[in-house]
């Protein structure tokens, strides 16, 4: 199976902040990188896919970049909505596996 | 709209079947341009991806090796829906539940069912 570690796990961020996340995958995997949003009790939503492709209706402020093993996920200036929980999950091969999560707390 | 609805016992007792259907609004689970999954969540493993069924000409399925002796996901192309059944259940299989559609990403997703195993 492909292993996906996202770092770091939790980050503090001010509104109007920029933030970006990290995802590493053991393999390449090309450009098959998806991110998602979670906030509780809810499931994830779907941001980016293919690694910088933005999901329809998602604010311009969210950005993918990166191909092969190393991806990032960059938010320009953090808005209160933002704060959830993000995931990374590689679409290369079954089975589809995600990343850990990073906690995006305000400070 | 697109939209997946789950329905589906919240509680199952160890030993017994899992059992949960999707239906899809807005698109048809015969597409050929889409698949349609099960992934679990759990504090202890986080998101999981089950499995899922596609047609392209012919049905397919994939599942994680993790299940794939317990699992089954099955289209219901009459009622435009899928199902997820997972055998011999044990508490490590407690979960929320949700089905998705994958087209370039899990874009759709159903609303979750916390699935409980205990007796």
């Known amino acids: 199976d492909i292993q996906m570690t996202q770092s770091p796990s939790s980050l503090s961020a001010s509104v109007g902040d920029r933030v970006t996340i990290t995802c590493r995958a053991s393999?390449?995997?090309?450009?098959?990188l998806n991110w998602y949003q979670q906030k509780p009790g809810k499931a994830p939503k779907l941001l980016i896919y293919v690694a910088s492709s933005l999901q329809s209706g998602v604010p311009s402020r969210f950005s993918g970049s990166g191909s092969g093993t190393d991806f990032t996920l960059t938010i320009s200036s953090v808005q209160p909505e933002d704060f959830a929980t993000y995931y990374c999950q590689q679409s290369y091969s079954t089975p589809y596996t995600f990343g850990q999560g990073t906690k995006l707390e305000i400070k | 709209q697109e939209q997946l609805q789950q329905s589906g016992p919240g509680l199952v007792k160890p030993s017994q079947t899992l059992s949960l259907t999707c239906a899809v609004s807005g698109d048809s689970v015969s597409s050929n341009s889409a698949a349609w999954n099960w992934i679990r969540q759990s504090p202890s493993r986080g998101l999981e991806w089950l499995g899922r069924t596609y047609y392209r000409s012919k049905w397919y399925n994939d599942y994680a090796v993790s299940v794939e002796s317990r699992i089954t996901i099955k289209p219901d192309t009459s009622k435009n829906q899928f199902s997820l059944q997972l055998n011999s259940v044990t508490p490590e299989d407690t979960a929320v539940y949700y089905c998705a559609r994958d087209r370039d990403g899990f874009d759709i997703w159903g609303q979750g069912t916390m699935v409980t195993v205990s007796s």
């Open positions: 393999q390449t995997i090309s450009s098959y």
